[in-house]
């Protein structure tokens, strides 16, 4: 977006403005000076030939008269009158007579005594010793633009008959020169500062043309270049300058860009295949481990449903005698009834597992998954003569996750503990032969899930590749490796961990961290709720 008051060209025509404004001022500083000192110069020669013309008067006028020199010129009027008329026209104000030791003797004013009043008697304006013209200056006044020299004197010495008598000084006031000049500044800084004013519309025009434009060009382009590509040709430029080639070379980058863009597309797209096919190959593996849970729980769960079956086919018996009281007809149905309703639990518990998981969050209370989980596996703990601990110390365990991928994570660990601890030969007392414990805690915003059994234990070198697919450490045939792996990427896509620890390779811990439930997943929860009906 381009602001019409404040954009490329407007900086363009201020930068110049000053740049020019200044070096205009620059130089008209410099010519103010040199003018300063002509002006300087040109009173200085005019005094010289005023000094010249003063004297030849004097000279020739004694000649005739033949009088002291000094009586000679303060008592001829005509002289007096014609030195007077001598300073007006060259711009002085006063001559000035001295003798030898530089006393005033006489003075000629234009205007009487103004410049006998500034400089008192015996000051010294010629030095006698020399025979050139000498020029001070004196005082300060303001001149065009600084402060300059107030008054310049010029002296020139009295030569009689080849005696010196002493010297001869003129005297301008150069203020009010000065004064003229400065009432002529004001035309001079208007035309100063038009010429600037033009000079930079000049310039700014021409850089457009030839600047700005074409940048206004590959800006139009850069904002037309998308997800559809670039017009052909339109960074066109025939121009062989550094302008030119930039515009070439910006050409063929889009070129490439563009290039890039459509094999990117194809990468991202081949990938986006593969990622899918990655997933679909993920959820197999953890269908297949479901199944192979499911399959090495179905020594217990036959155990489980074939112990009440047993029951039932007992009482069915005795139904079938006769001389049965109706009291003990009733209690025999109930006792059929509470086998039947154990073998559904089993049921039930072993369809959870095998259930397809939809993939959806809800609020999971993690000590009723545990105590659920476990449940399952009482047949076959107490069947290998495990010791199960509970320690459920946590204050807070709702999390908002998956509760059929919690579950799956459960079960492998469990199995995974109950393998171990039956490969492990030493017995912990004549009645159990090991120990599983589930313990739960509290760390700031999460709950850790704590797995701990007395098996076999891991190495360290084998715990470095504990997570890695098809990596086990049972023996041939018992496992797939794809139990802690599963695990692992479950834990992983619901926001959590998993880690798996063997203090001096005895038993092993597999600790689970989860965050715990806040208010914004309550209302994520909730609004879920409210959508589904």
Known sequence: MRFPFYGLKTEIFLNLFFTVFFAMTLISFIILRLTERKII?????????????????????????ERNIFDHIRHNVSLNNKIKELLAAGGFQAAVFTDIKGNFIYAVHLKSGSFAKRYPEKQTFFSPHTNHYVTRLYGKTWGMVWPVAKMVTVSAPLFYKKELYGTLTVACDLTPVFQSLRSSQKPVLIYLVFNTFIFSIMGTYLLSKKLVSPIHRLLSASEKFNDQGLLSGFFFSSSTNELGQLFRSLNMMFRRLEENRKDMKKQISSLQQANHKLKLAQHELVRAEKLASVGRLSAGVAHEIGNPLTVIMGYLELLKMDGLTEEEHHDFLERINHEMMRIKHTIKQLADLTRPSPNEKSLVNVHELLKNTVEIFKPRLSKQKIKLEFALNADQYIVYSDLNRLRQVFVNIIMNAIDAIGENSQKISETYVGTFSIVTCNLLDRIEIIFRDTGTG???????????????????????????????????????????????????????GLHICNQEDKDIYRIGEEAHG
């Open 41 to 65: 110069q040109h009173r200085t020669d005019r005094g010289c030939l005023i000094l010249k013309v003063i004297k030849k008067s004097i000279m020739d006028d004694l000649f005739i008269s």
């Open 458 to 512: 891991i190495s360290n070198e084998k715990l470095e590749h504990i997570f890695e697919p098809f990596y086990t450490t049972k023996a041939e045939g018992r496992g797939a490796g794809l139990g802690l792996w599963v695990c692992y990427r479950l834990i992983k896509d619901l926001g959590g961990s998993i880690d798996v620890e063997s203090p001096d390779s005895k038993g092993a811990v597999v600790t689970v």
